[in-house]
């Protein structure tokens, strides 16, 4: 099993362009997550599903869209880059066991430089 | 507003000493996960404490939770250098597992 992988691994980004950052899990996990890391603040939840076709709001969603079409691929979207989202993005997968949820899985990271 | 504060955040231990990270949370979960990052790396799972009084052991680490106090400590002992990293910990403020992280506390373990 990969676990969870993310792609790109790191981009430059001109202000006001658009990307999308693929995140995939084969862990058949219902919940996935995106979250930013900023130097000294740990991370932060973007947005996460708790299925296929559903999204929500984490903590710092402005900015950012989300979509999950199917349940092991959860894409961040981007659509006019910002300098203040220069950061690293990584992508989580969990699931629920019995009531009580286990440990979130992590992809590797994606770094993004916005100019 | 909901918050995960780790102390300190920056620790330099010589080899072979013990000390303790402290992780207080203003939540009302009775969960608390705690994670190792390495520089430029991602997070692994260290630890999932799922109730009161939790304690979990693995080598050097020790951690354990009093969701009364709300409180989570890392117990290192004997400190070598291969811990040298960020550890962090978490805890879920509601459903769905979504975690609040602390700032994490970058540990350098040293000759």
């Known amino acids: 099993n990969a676990g969870v992988t993310q792609t790109p691994k790191f981009r430059v980004l001109k202000t006001g362009q658009s990307m999308t950052l693929l995140c995939a899990q084969d862990?058949?996990?219902?919940?996935m997550y995106w979250y930013r890391q900023d130097p000294g603040m740990g991370l932060r939840l973007i947005h996460y599903?708790?299925?296929?076709?559903?999204?929500a709001k984490g903590e710092v969603p402005d900015g950012y869209n989300v979509s999950r079409l199917k349940k092991q691929n959860f894409l961040l979207g981007l659509e006019s880059a910002a300098p203040s989202q220069t950061s690293v993005y990584f992508c989580?997968?969990?699931?629920?066991?019995?009531?009580?949820?286990?440990?979130?899985?992590f992809g590797p990271g994606t770094r993004l430089l916005v100019l | 507003e909901l918050k995960v504060e780790q102390n300190p955040l920056f620790l330099s231990m010589q080899e072979g000493k013990n000390y303790t990270i402290y992780c207080n949370y203003s939540?009302?979960?009775?969960?608390l996960y705690w994670y190792r990052q390495d520089p430029g790396k991602s997070l692994e799972s260290l630890f999932v404490?799922?109730?009161?009084?939790a304690v979990k052991q693995e080598g050097r680490l020790m951690a354990s939770l009093d969701t009364k106090a709300r409180l989570s400590t890392l117990h290192i002992t004997a400190a070598v250098h291969d811990l040298s990293a960020t550890y962090f910990c978490?805890?879920?403020?509601?459903?769905?597992?979504?975690?609040?992280f602390g700032a994490g506390t970058r540990l350098a373990v040293h000759p």
């Open positions: 404490l799922l109730s009161n009084g």
């Open positions: 939540t009302t979960s009775d969960r």
């Open positions: 978490a805890s879920p403020p509601g459903g769905y597992n979504k975690l609040i």
């Open positions: 989580a997968s969990s699931s629920p066991i019995a009531g009580k949820q286990e440990t979130q899985y």
């Open positions: 862990m058949n996990h219902e919940y």
């Open positions: 599903s708790v299925g296929e076709g559903t999204t």
